[in-house]
Every structure is written in structure tokens, then in C-alpha cells.
């Protein structure tokens, strides 16, 4: 006991602290969302989201070398089609502006691990993560199943393009078993699937639906993301998604959910990783704006607590900026 006992002899100096870390934290824990949109000759900056732009396809294989020469460990892709319809049609366009941008970022960085979110809000002119059609009631809601048949396509589409990982984002049920049927039966063996398993119903998604153009135009999407009152129900579906096929788990959000996180990571011998969404990013940006607080420090410190509580890897819009203050 004290005096002998003191814990401060291991944080007395920089080295110290260093050695007996139990947490760390390196570029390559760090996946940059990256959105393409098919119509843009120049960056359009997000207004929500200060440093963080939509791009032309044709910033792909810079982005792709920008990636490499920060070390970080891969990109996730977020399409915005030209057009959009009902059932969000776009998504497996192989031309369109995620398949491209998959194609030129593989021909200039042959190694960056590629990640495509597959999911069709994005494509959608309603706003929603699927395909609609009338309840018992005659209200409009998304058709499960007949969703299903459009991810799945979309996912054989960005595997042939040459991403190395497609993650579902829609919170179907049964899409994870769906994509791994349809990339099986087209030789796409290899390619893995890393599920968004627990996305709740966040308000943190706000400036996103600006950067990747997806506010519904009428309700919500409470109807199929996760209740943010509920954790027995995340280890529910991380359980069904590893039972049908899934390679790596997601949590999304982060920060809200990191008692979530170590739920799973201690449910799950799967790779789990954390999105660190949009609102999170921009509350450390305005904060940061407003001389509140260090935002270097904040990120780090923030980046860190998501990998102390169980993530593998971390999908961040500050990937970039971290792996520089990193080094």
C-alpha cells in the first residue's frame, strides 16, 4: 500500500506511458469515407461537415494515392447517381459512380483495401433504404425482401469492379445471407462481407444525409434501424449476421453506443468495427470552430476510447488529419 504502491512511476514521462499503453491507436485502424458523385467536375464541400467534400469520379485515383501516403488502413465508398427512381436502380449500375471510382482507385493503388457501402438511399428518389410498397394499412414502407434482389446485385457489381469488401448498410433482415448467395454464385468467393450488424436510428446521421443526398421525403427510418434503448438486441443481429455469412461486424454510431461495442466485441470472435458518423464529427468541428476545444487532442482522444472499448478498425471522417498527427 501506499507509500510503496504508486501508480503514478508509470505515467511520469512520455516513454513511460508509451511502453504500458494498453490501447493504441495507428493509421491503419483508420477507414475515410469517401463520396462520389457521378455528375461533379470539382469538389462540392459539405457545408455540414468542414473539410469533408462530394467528388468527381475522376478524384478517385488521387484519393486512392492520398490514402497510401497516409498509411490509413482502406476507404469506403458512398455513390450519388445522376438519376435517381422508386427502387434506386443506380446502385448496381456498373457504370456508375461507385464502380468507376472502385476500378481507377484499384488501378493506382493495386493494394488499398477497397470497401463499398451498399445500401440505396442514395439512389432512391423517396430517401429510403429500399424498395416501398403499401402496408396492411396502405401506408408506404419498405419491402424487405424485395430489397434483398437490389442489394444483392449492387454487391455483385462493386465485387466485379474489384472491391475487396462490400458492407451492407440497410438493416434488411436477411441481407447479409442475400449477398453471399449472389457473390458465390458468380465466383466472387473472395470478396468479404463486413456488415453494418447493429445500426441504430441515430440523430448523429444528420449531415450525412447532406453529404450522400438521402433525407427520406416522408417518415423516418425507425421502421428499420435499430431502437436506440435497446443492447440485447444488437447481439441478436450480430449473432444472425455472423450465423449467415458475414466476415466483420460493425456498430454505427460510435460514440453513443461504446457500451454497444464492448457488447459485441465480447459477444463476437469476428473483426468488429465502429463508424464514427457525421454528427460526431461535426460536433468536434464546431466545438473545435468555437475555440472550445483542442481539436487534435479531442480526436485522438476520441479515436482511442473507440478502440478501448472492442474496435478493430474505425470508419472516421477525421482518418486523414489523424494519421498525420499520429505520424
Known amino acids: 500500500m501506499f507509500p510503496t504502491k504508486r501508480p503514478r512511476r508509470l505515467r511520469r514521462t512520455p516513454a513511460i506511458r508509451a511502453l504500458v499503453r ?3 491507436l495507428t493509421p491503419t485502424d483508420l477507414i475515410l469515407p469517401l463520396f462520389f458523385h457521378e455528375t461533379l467536375t470539382e469538389p462540392r464541400p459539405i457545408s455540414t461537415m468542414p473539410g469533408v467534400a462530394q467528388l468527381p469520379v475522376a ?3 488521387a484519393q486512392a494515392r492520398l490514402a497510401k501516403e497516409h498509411g490509413i488502413g482502406g476507404v469506403i465508398l458512398f455513390g450519388l447517381p445522376k438519376e435517381k427512381d422508386p427502387i434506386g436502380a443506380a446502385a448496381y449500375d456498373p457504370n456508375g459512380p461507385v464502380p468507376r471510382a472502385v476500378k481507377a482507385m484499384k488501378d493506382a493503388v493495386p493494394e488499398l483495401l477497397v470497401i463499398t457501402d451498399v445500401c440505396v438511399d442514395e439512389y432512391t428518389d423517396h430517401g429510403h433504404c429500399g424498395v416501398l410498397k403499401p402496408d396492411a394499412r396502405g401506408e408506404m414502407d419498405v419491402d424487405n425482401d424485395a ?10 457489381v462493386h465485387a466485379q ?3 475487396d469488401v462490400v458492407a451492407p448498410s440497410d438493416m434488411m433482415d436477411g441481407r447479409v445471407g442475400a449477398l453471399r448467395r449472389a457473390l458465390d454464385a ?8 463486413l456488415s453494418y450488424a447493429v445500426k ?13 443526398d438521402c433525407a427520406p421525403k416522408f417518415g423516418d427510418r425507425a421502421g428499420y434501424q435499430m431502437d436506440p434503448g ?6 441478436r443481429e450480430a449473432a444472425l449476421d455472423e450465423e449467415e455469412g458475414a466476415d466483420m461486424l460493425m456498430v454505427k454510431p460510435a460514440l453513443t453506443y461504446l457500451d454497444i461495442l464492448a457488447k459485441v466485441r465480447e459477444a463476437s470472435p469476428l473483426p468488429l468495427g465502429a ?3 457525421s454528427g460526431e464529427f461535426a460536433m468536434i468541428k464546431a466545438a473545435s470552430e468555437r475555440g472550445m476545444i483542442d481539436e487534435r487532442r479531442a480526436v485522438l482522444e476520441l479515436l482511442t476510447s473507440i478502440r478501448r472499448a472492442g474496435a478493430d478498425f474505425i470508419l472516421t471522417y477525421h482518418a486523414l488529419d489523424a494519421a498525420r498527427w499520429i505520424g
Open 186 to 193: 458468380e465466383s466472387l468467393t473472395s470478396t468479404a462481407i
Open 161 to 163: 469492379a474489384g472491391a
Open 230 to 235: 435497446n443492447a440485447r438486441e444488437a447481439l
Open 147 to 156: 430489397t434483398l434482389e437490389v442489394l444483392a446485385r449492387a454487391a455483385v
Open 275 to 277: 463508424y464514427n458518423v
Open 200 to 212: 441504430y436510428a441515430s440523430s448523429f446521421y444528420g449531415p450525412f444525409r447532406e453529404a450522400a
Open 59 to 61: 478524384e478517385a485515383a
Open 22 to 24: 494498453e490501447t493504441t
